[in-house]
Every structure is written in C-alpha cells, then in structure tokens.
C-alpha cells in the first residue's frame, strides 16, 4: 500500500517542504532510508542522516533548522516522534483491516458477535460465547464455551483461551498465549502421590491489556485471576492461579508469578524475575531483571538480587562482593602480620 507525502502531512496536520506527490511504501530507520521508504529524525543524535538519507520522505520537528539542503521531502511536525509512533498507529489500524470469515471455521451453539468481525480460517468458537464489535480473530485461534470478548480485540493466530475467560475491550491477544488453562494444583496424598485438585474460576482481563506470545494465564482455583486494566505483559510471561495484576502493570519477558500473588499499580518488572507465591507487592514498584522476590513489598520499593535487596544496598554490596578474592587475600595477609 503506498501513501504520498501530501496524505500523511493530512493525517498528521503537518506542513510539507518538497514534493507532495513523493509516494512511500514502507517504513525506514534514518540511516538506512531507500527509495519509497518514510522516516523520521527526533534524536538530535542522527540528524546528520537527514543529509545522507535516500529515505523519499522524513518527519522532522518544525524547529529543526537545516545546515544545507536535502534530497528527501519534508513533514514539519510539532513532535516528529510522536507523530511517527501516531502514523505507526494508523498503519497498524490499516494493516490489520480485516472483516469476514474464512473457511473453514466453526462457531458453536448460542454464540453471538458484532459488526465488522473477523474471523481466519481453522478457528474454533465454542458455545455460549459472546463477541463484540471490530473483533479480529486470526486463524487457528480456539475459543472455548462461555467465553466473553468486547470490543475492538485483536487474538492473534494459535491463541488458546479456555472456557469462562472474559476479555475487556481494546485488547491484544499474541500468538501461541494460552489463557485459563488450570492452575497448577495438586495435592499429594498419603501414598506420595499427587491428585488434581479441580480448577473451577476463571482467568478475567480488563480493557486495553496486551499479553505478548507465548505467556499463559491460569485460572483460578475459586474466584479469578485478575489483570487490570492497562497491564502490559511480554511475550513467554507465566502468571499463575489467582494472581491479581494492578491497572497499568508492565512486566518483561520470562517473569514467572506463582498462586495467589497480588500485584499493585504502575509496577515495573523486568525479564526472569522470579515471584513466590501468597505474597502483596505494593504500587509503583520497581523490580531489576532477574530478581527473586520472597516476601511482601512495600510501595515505590526498587529491588534487584535473589534474594532481592533494596536497589542501592545491592549495588553497595556487589562493589565488595566482585571484589571479595583480593579482600580475602588482603585479610590472610594481615592475620599472617598480626600472627608474626
């Protein structure tokens, strides 16, 4: 699909400098800009690429002064890399454009869905479902029964969401997330050996949630496991039965939340962090990649370590511990001093 420069100044109530009628079929970064590609220049790092860049078209900011002439045609911007990230946007919207259904599909018993609905092909709808407006299911998706998804959701292909499973609006499923599967719950019995204790909630996901590829959400054994609106969860994330996720949660690739853990508003979680379970992690925590956390935390604490420490007496401790073998070596040598 190729757009002009005149139709994305329009979009972006932007003021142009070349040719209106360049045309641009892809996106580019600065640097390794081509011929019908877009980009843009916010960074003042890069903007001697805006002299070299054989990119057609470039969003600048209006307050950028040239030093010399360019080849590329200009979009003046307020912000250049908010309006690129807003273009990304409507790109996105563009792209993913879909309606009607491909066969073969299957839609079960009872199930009801919106205007402008997509479904791909090889997806399973069970019954009792219910589906809202602008909702794109990709190919290979499975829906099971008494599900609910509102409206303007994306489930990309190979999702799998169980039964019960209710999804807010303006969400994002990846491929390959599995949500409401059981809990991991099993009790053993007096021989050693572990029975299935029986998973009977739900898995519940507010409005505007994204959960990245491969990250799988438990149901609960009673009640929900609960993520709240605006969380955003990276791809290959495990968060167990009963957990509860607060509004605007990020949490990065690999973290894995064990049963019954509650997690506040505005945390920030960074990659193979380990969380046990039956514990509060307050609001506007900050939580270093590869950190175990194993008790309550407070709001606003930022932790790093396994176990994890306050942030600045971690860093304060790992200055002796890396070097821990010349201090050894010093203290031997003054108990020899002292010995002698």
Known sequence: MKFTAQQIADILEGEIEGNPEAEVSKLSKIEEGSD??????????YQHHIYTTAASVCIINRDFILEKEVDTTLIKVDDAYKSFHRLL?????VKLNKAGKED????????????????????????NVKIGDNVKIYPNVYIGDNVSIGNDVVIFAG??????????????IHSSAVIGADGFGFSPDEK??????PQIGNVIIEDFVDVGAGTTIDRATLGSTI???????DNQIQIAHNVEIGEHTAI???TG????????KHCLIGGQVGIVGHITIGNNVRIQAQTGIGRHVKDGEILQGSPALNYGDFNKSYVHFKNLPQNIERLNKLEKKLNS
Do not use: M
């Not at 019908?36 to 790092?45: G, I, R, V, Y």
């Not at 946007?89 to 919207?93: D, F, G, I, K, T």
């Not at 599909?105 to 069970?126: K, L």
């Not at 050693?192 to 204790?197: A, F, H, L, S, T």
């Open 227 to 233: 993520i709240r609106k605006g969380v955003k969860l």
């Open 89 to 93: 946007e409507y790109y996105n919207q």
């Open 159 to 172: 999702a799998k969401i169980y039964s019960e499973t209710i999804i807010g609006d303006y969400c994002v």
């Open 257 to 264: 939340i064990a049963g019954s853990t509650k997690i506040g």
């Open 192 to 197: 050693g050996e572990y029975q299935r204790v």
């Open 36 to 45: 019908e590609s877009l980009t843009f220049l916010a960074n003042p790092k």
């Open 104 to 127: 073969p599909h299957f839609i079960g018993e009872n199930t009801s869905y919106g205007n402008e609905i997509f479904i791909g092909a090889f997806a399973y709808i069970g019954k």
């Open 252 to 254: 990065a690739a690999q």
